[in-house]
């Protein structure tokens, strides 16, 4: 399968897009969220209102991780149409639903933001009210998140597949992100029916393998490209 100049840069775009994406939510979710959000809601609210300026750098984060994720699908889209234009287009699709699940997110820390503003109109609220309703709008963002992760590796797996079948990739490496992606999405599925699956497997293995394979791939289209491997035949 021949491979044009379009392709190829898209490739470095996606490789630049992975990693810069992976890096900004890691800030994001362990440099800030995790710094202030607590498990006790007066707690949480008095992180957020001491540290509001950090906590709105982190929103701004999740809005620029959602930008990139929308170059990154579409340069995946221009590498991987050529192999096949459906799969490609319904890649994209499902990488677009897991953005959208991300920009709820956002919406919901700004709605957090909003309830312990202080304005007046909230006045009528308890401040222990409040803070409870910010605690569950930060809370909630959990819900949307493992909605989006559904998408997000289903669209993983169709890429995966996408990779195996146009040799642009060694085998074996595509190949693990089939399998690490669709692992990810029978988890996600197997957590919305058993709720407590998370002490069988662990939430940080739902997608870690997916996230290896992700940074994997980031680096061999940075530094290798694609190129037709060739298969030998059994």
Not at 24 to 33: A, M
Not at 132 to 151: E, H, S
Not at 197 to 213: A, E, K, N, Q
């Amino acid at each position: 399968m021949t491979i044009d100049e379009s392709q190829r840069k898209a490739a470095k775009v996606a490789g630049l897009a992975y990693l810069v994406t992976f890096a900004i939510v890691v800030y994001v979710n362990f440099g800030i969220h995790d710094r202030l959000i607590a498990a006790n809601s007066a707690e949480t609210a008095q992180n957020i209102l001491a540290h509001e300026r950090l906590f709105r750098v982190g929103i701004v984060g999740d809005l620029l991780y959602c930008a990139g994720v929308v170059v990154l699908l579409t340069a995946l889209y221009v590498v991987l149409k050529p192999v096949s234009h459906g799969l490609a287009l319904l890649a994209a699709l499902w990488r677009l639903v897991w953005v959208l699940m991300w920009l709820v997110m956002t919406l919901h820390l700004l709605d957090a933001l909003r309830l312990l503003s202080g304005a007046d109109y909230l006045q009528a609220l308890e401040a222990n009210q409040l803070q409870a309703l910010a605690r569950l709008n930060l809370g909630t963002r959990f819900d949307y998140y493992y909605v989006g992760l559904l998408f997000g590796s289903l669209a993983s797996t169709v890429c995966g597949y996408l990779w195996f079948k146009s040799c642009y990739i060694p085998r074996a490496l595509a190949a693990f992100g089939v399998i690490s992606s669709a692992f990810c999405v029978a988890c996600t599925l197997v957590f919305y029916i058993v709720p407590n699956f998370d002490r069988i497997v662990s939430l940080w293995l739902f997608d870690t393998p997916m996230g290896l394979f992700d940074i994997a791939l980031s680096f061999w289209l940075l530094f290798r490209g694609l190129a037709v491997v060739r298969v030998s035949p059994a």
